[in-house]
Each structure stands twice: as structure tokens, then as C-alpha cells.
């Protein structure tokens, strides 16, 4: 199992940056794709972003791409997301979440754990 733990939601202006975390217990850790998603009320939730097992790839939703980087400090069984130049569209509560397959994945069901989110607020 993996339990994971966000932090580092908040509010930030229009433009500015703000960082997200992702703990993560046990020592499988590297065994684990992770990815980013992210909802607002009334809202599917939507696929952000994803790093693979090493850390040596990402994928990024169009929306997101270019702004946001995820990294992992395998390590310190962490995960982060940097999101930088946010808008009022960026606000939702962000959610971290494992999976143990190879190939990049996309849709919330594929995913095997989560993270209980952290909310982001954006002010313009």
C-alpha cells in the first residue's frame, strides 16, 4: 500500500507561483508513476500532469504545460508540483495519486491511490 499526504495548497495572486508536495509512506514508492490531478465543484476531475517511476519523464495536460513541473525526490518518497504563472482558472483542490503501471494514463480510475487534496485558491 501507499499512503499519500498533500500539502502546500493556499492563496496566491493572479500570476504568481506556488509549490504542492506529496508524501508518501512505505518503501515502494519508486515502484510508482505518479500523477497530478486537480477539481473544482461540479467538475470531473482533470488530469494535470504525471512523472514516471525515475523521474525522468513527464506529461503535462495542454493547459498546464508549460507553467506547472512535476518532479520527485524518490528519496524522500516525495512528490512535487511547481506551478508558476497561475490563474483564476488554476483554483481546485489538487490531488496527488500512484499508479503502478508503465504506460502514462490519464483518467482517475486508472490510478491506484490518492492523496486527500489540497485546496489552491487564486485571486485576480
Known amino acids: 500500500q501507499v499512503q499519500l499526504v498533500e500539502s502546500g495548497g493556499g492563496l496566491v495572486q493572479a500570476g504568481g507561483s506556488l509549490r504542492l508536495s506529496c508524501a508518501a509512506s512505505?518503501?515502494?514508492?519508486?515502484?510508482?508513476?505518479m500523477g497530478w490531478f486537480r477539481q473544482t465543484p461540479g467538475k470531473e476531475r482533470e488530469f494535470v500532469g504525471r512523472?514516471?517511476?525515475?523521474?525522468?519523464?513527464?506529461y503535462y495536460a495542454d493547459s498546464v504545460k508549460g507553467r506547472f513541473t512535476i518532479s520527485r525526490d524518490n528519496a524522500k518518497n516525495t512528490v512535487y508540483l511547481q506551478m508558476n504563472s497561475l490563474k483564476p482558472e488554476d483554483a481546485a483542490v489538487y490531488y496527488c495519486?500512484?499508479?503502478?503501471?508503465?504506460?502514462?494514463?490519464?483518467?482517475?480510475?486508472?490510478?491506484?491511490?490518492w492523496g486527500q487534496g489540497t485546496q489552491v485558491t487564486v485571486s485576480s
Open positions: 512523472i514516471n517511476r525515475s523521474g525522468g519523464y513527464t
Open positions: 512505505g518503501r515502494t514508492f519508486s515502484s510508482y508513476s
Open positions: 495519486a500512484a499508479d503502478n503501471g508503465l504506460r502514462v494514463v490519464t483518467l482517475p480510475q486508472e490510478y491506484d491511490y
